[in-house]
């Protein structure tokens, strides 16, 4: 599987006036990611500093955070905070019936822990160094939060695809948690110390790899690429057992959609109409007032759609709204699944509509765009950014005062499970996930800036993977506190489910 080639323009200097001055920002426009809803009115007549020359400056910034210093993690100075009181704190207005199942759910393995517990890397990550170049980072790039997914044009494609924690921050943070994935995952895979380093490097050199050429390629060409599992590319070699995989898996996305989900998830009753089969805790039928506000979030969610798209809705009508559990750090979220129908009961629509919560980054970078304190419209920025091509049907709404994100539950989805992860397809698939991470920060930051600042060297490979290799006893640790938490009775858990 491969990211689509392009070629680089050769860009002429061009020299900046006093007058061509960022409007904001440090270092000759870098480190400030300026978004016209910062405040600031776009200008298009300030001319960017020439991408040769912001390489260097990224060059630069090494000077004052190494790329060695990203191998230290020692918080035995800094007090860090109890795992299991952050996470107690992270479940304040959730659903308190369901909190029990998120943390059976993270005892399940250290990889589980690690993916339901980002508000305790946030934590951790803040500590770490930072060349304070800032991107809108995903928050939560772990492995399994990449996968195959459809586009409008009905193409497969692979790219990250979970945005609850997206946010404006470091791009050093988004890498970090992939490379603790990882170690972690690595681990339950059966990869000794060395062979999880290698896999490390392999990551952080497919992100390397990616931003370097994305240095100085054209921001149009940026954006119009998409990684297309089934393609093959110069420069990213695949073996054929990975190839096999991703091929697999890609024709599993082809029969994921809306008519195959039906028969799963719905029947059909004596009297005609379609309903959710239950099947608690997961899935269950909601109260007439819950259904009432939900189908009122839906209408006001048409809004956030483009005209044409909130016209394709009004096509449609809903036929059941249920409640349904997702994910590991999401549970206890308020989640909603609705059934709808179009033209005929040939033509279901689900729609998930999905709590969209203060990101667990929020406490340690500055405050955001005010119009982004919606959180809903926060998650939608964040993926439409971040992903190649996005979901025809997402946007978001508010129900009880509440902001929530509404997308297709199905839309020609499939992922890898790390399980299959063996061999060289483990190496393979982590330089995959860490190129198209890099493509998604070229998006909206300076890819020639981070370009130079990681360089053409392994340096920051083989301080990550040292970082990596420290983090994942870190959160065994963590892990296993939890456990004993649980066995103990601190901490409630409902597990096997």
């Given at each position: 599987?491969?990211?689509?080639?392009?070629?680089v323009?050769?860009?002429?200097?061009?020299k900046?006036s006093?007058?061509?001055s960022?409007?904001?920002?440090?270092?000759?426009?870098l480190?400030?990611?300026?978004?016209?809803?910062?405040g600031?009115?776009l200008?298009?007549?300030?001319?960017?500093?020439?991408?040769?020359?912001?390489?260097?400056?990224?060059?630069?910034?090494?000077?004052?955070?190494?790329?060695?210093?990203?191998?230290?993690?020692?918080?035995?100075?800094l007090?860090?905070?109890?795992?299991l009181?952050?996470?107690?704190?992270?479940?304040?207005?959730?659903?308190?019936?369901?909190?029990?199942?998120?943390?059976?759910?993270?005892a399940?393995s250290?990889?589980?822990?690690?993916?339901?517990?980002?508000?305790?890397?946030?934590w951790?990550?803040?500590?770490?160094?930072?060349?304070?170049?800032?991107?809108?980072i995903?928050g939560?790039?772990?492995?399994?939060?990449f996968?195959?997914y459809g586009?409008p044009?009905?193409?497969?494609?692979?790219?990250l695809?979970?945005?609850?924690?997206a946010?404006?921050?470091?791009w050093?943070?988004d890498?970090?948690?992939?490379?603790?994935?990882?170690?972690?995952?690595?681990?339950?895979?059966g990869?000794n110390?060395?062979?999880?380093?290698?896999?490390?490097?392999?990551?952080?050199?497919g992100?390397?790899?990616?931003?370097?050429?994305?240095?100085?390629?054209?921001?149009?060409?940026?954006w119009?690429?998409?990684?297309?599992?089934?393609?093959?590319?110069?420069g990213?070699?695949?073996?054929?057992?990975?190839?096999?995989?991703?091929?697999?898996?890609?024709?599993?996305a082809?029969?994921?959609?809306?008519?195959?989900?039906?028969?799963?998830?719905?029947?059909?009753?004596?009297?005609?109409?379609?309903?959710?089969?239950?099947?608690?805790?997961?899935?269950?039928?909601?109260?007439?007032?819950?259904?009432?506000?939900?189908?009122?979030?839906?209408n006001?969610?048409?809004k956030?759609l483009?005209?044409?798209?909130?016209?394709m809705?009004?096509?449609?009508?809903?036929?059941?709204?249920?409640h349904?559990v997702?994910g590991?750090?999401?549970?206890?979220?308020?989640?909603?699944?609705?059934?709808?129908?179009?033209?005929?009961?040939?033509?279901?629509?689900f729609?998930q509509?999905?709590?969209?919560v203060a990101?667990?980054?929020?406490?340690?970078?500055?405050?955001?765009?005010?119009?982004?304190?919606?959180?809903?419209?926060?998650?939608?920025?964040?993926?439409?950014?971040?992903q190649?091509?996005?979901?025809?049907?997402?946007?978001?709404t508010?129900?009880?005062?509440?902001?929530?994100?509404?997308?297709?539950?199905?839309?020609?989805k499939?992922?890898?499970?790390?399980?299959?992860?063996v061999?060289k397809?483990?190496?393979?698939?982590?330089?995959?996930c860490?190129?198209l991470l890099?493509?998604?920060?070229?998006?909206?930051?300076?890819?020639?800036?981070?370009?130079?600042?990681?360089?053409?060297?392994?340096?920051?490979?083989?301080?990550?993977?040292?970082?990596a290799?420290?983090y994942?006893?870190?959160?065994?640790?963590?892990?296993?506190?939890?456990?004993?938490?649980?066995k103990?009775?601190?901490?409630?858990?409902?597990?096997?489910?």
């Amino acid at each position: 599987m491969a990211v689509e080639k392009k070629s680089v323009p050769k860009t002429s200097p061009v020299k900046e006036s006093a007058s061509s001055s960022p409007p904001n920002g440090t270092d000759a426009g870098l480190g400030k990611l300026r978004m016209p809803a910062d405040g600031h009115k776009l200008d298009i007549r300030y001319v960017r500093v020439p991408w040769q020359q912001r390489r260097e400056i990224g060059k630069s910034l090494r000077a004052r955070t190494p790329r060695e210093s990203h191998a230290n993690k020692d918080y035995s100075t800094l007090k860090r905070p109890d795992p299991l009181a952050l996470l107690e704190l992270s479940n304040r207005g959730r659903q308190e019936e369901f909190i029990p199942l998120r943390m059976g759910r993270m005892a399940a393995s250290p990889f589980a822990f690690l993916r339901g517990s980002a508000c305790v890397m946030a934590w951790d990550l803040s500590k770490t160094p930072s060349c304070g170049i800032r991107v809108i980072i995903d928050g939560d790039a772990h492995l399994n939060n990449f996968g195959m997914y459809g586009t409008p044009q009905r193409d497969v494609i692979f790219d990250l695809n979970d945005f609850d924690e997206a946010s404006i921050g470091p791009w050093e943070w988004d890498l970090k948690r992939l490379v603790a994935s990882v170690n972690v995952a690595g681990r339950l895979n059966g990869l000794n110390v060395k062979d999880r380093a290698d896999a490390v490097r392999q990551c952080v050199g497919g992100y390397r790899w990616n931003i370097q050429r994305l240095a100085g390629m054209g921001v149009l060409d940026t954006w119009y690429l998409h990684a297309y599992p089934t393609r093959t590319q110069a420069g990213f070699e695949v073996d054929p057992k990975s190839s096999a995989l991703f091929r697999r898996t890609a024709a599993k996305a082809l029969t994921q959609t809306n008519a195959t989900l039906i028969t799963k998830l719905a029947r059909r009753e004596v009297n005609g109409s379609w309903r959710f089969r239950e099947t608690p805790p997961i899935l269950t039928r909601v109260n007439d007032a819950t259904r009432e506000k939900v189908i009122d979030g839906l209408n006001l969610y048409s809004k956030s759609l483009h005209p044409e798209r909130s016209y394709m809705l009004s096509q449609y009508h809903v036929a059941d709204i249920a409640h349904r559990v997702v994910g590991i750090g999401s549970v206890g979220t308020r989640a909603y699944l609705a059934l709808l129908f179009g033209n005929s009961d040939n033509d279901p629509l689900f729609l998930q509509v999905k709590e969209a919560v203060a990101p667990v980054y929020a406490p340690y970078v500055p405050r955001g765009p005010k119009e982004y304190e919606d959180n809903g419209k926060r998650v939608v920025t964040g993926q439409t950014a971040l992903q190649a091509s996005s979901d025809v049907m997402l946007g978001h709404t508010v129900i009880d005062g509440r902001p929530y994100l509404v997308r297709q539950m199905k839309n020609m989805k499939a992922s890898i499970e790390t399980a299959e992860l063996v061999g060289k397809s483990f190496g393979v698939y982590s330089r995959a996930c860490a190129a198209l991470l890099g493509r998604a920060h070229a998006r909206s930051g300076d890819a020639a800036a981070i370009a130079g600042y990681c360089g053409g060297s392994p340096v920051l490979d083989d301080a990550l993977a040292i970082w990596a290799e420290d983090y994942g006893n870190q959160t065994e640790r963590d892990h296993e506190r939890l456990v004993k938490a649980i066995k103990s009775g601190r901490v409630k858990a409902i597990t096997g489910i």
